[in-house]
């Protein structure tokens, strides 16, 4: 199972490395408010500030990753992930940056959907995900006195 701190480099790298991957800055404006990619770029820069000059291979992961290169977010999230493990100030700012970045998030125009069922009724708005219902049921044996 992966550490934690693994899990939130890997994500922190991710979101940060939108501003490269999307295609232009409206498809990430679709994404997020302004506040939010606003937010995604201080990220983005401090982990540049972090990495860079650490060594010709970080450079080029770096390099590429601005470019758009997916190959290069996995070794980001490496390096990134030794850089939180030594300096858990650097990486508690950046795990609150990220939840920040995380509440810009728009709402999708994601479809109203009803399901009716029995005479049970649910609608939920779906906008990438799952949504998964159903009733509860606990079965308990007599009390014991």
Same mark, same amino acid.
């Given at each position: 199972m992966?550490?934690?701190?693994?899990?939130?480099?890997?994500g922190i790298a991710t979101l940060a490395f939108q501003k490269?991957?999307?295609a232009g800055a409206g498809e990430l404006a679709k994404k997020f408010t302004d506040a939010g990619v606003e937010k995604i770029d201080v990220l983005? #820069? &401090?982990?540049?500030?972090?990495?860079?000059? !650490?060594?010709?291979q970080v450079n080029d992961?770096?390099?590429?990753?601005?470019? =758009?290169?997916?190959?290069?977010?996995?070794?980001?999230?490496s390096y990134l992930n030794v850089e939180m493990d030594?300096?858990?100030?650097?990486a508690q700012e950046l795990q609150q940056l990220?939840?920040?970045?995380?509440?810009? #998030? &728009?709402?999708?125009?994601?479809?109203?959907? !009803?399901?009716?069922f029995g005479g049970t009724n649910f609608q939920n708005q779906i906008s =990438?995900?799952?949504?998964?219902?159903?009733?509860?049921?606990?079965?308990?044996?007599?009390?014991k006195a």
């Open positions: 992966t550490d934690p701190v693994t899990m939130a480099a890997v490269f991957v999307e983005w #820069q &401090k982990i540049r500030e972090k990495l860079w000059g !650490q060594s010709p992961a770096l390099i590429l990753a601005e470019g =758009g290169d997916d190959a290069a977010l996995d070794r980001i999230a030594k300096d858990e100030v650097f990220a939840h920040e970045i995380t509440l810009t #998030q &728009k709402q999708g125009d994601g479809s109203q959907i !009803q399901n009716n =990438g995900g799952t949504v998964n219902q159903g009733t509860i049921n606990i079965n308990q044996g007599p009390s």
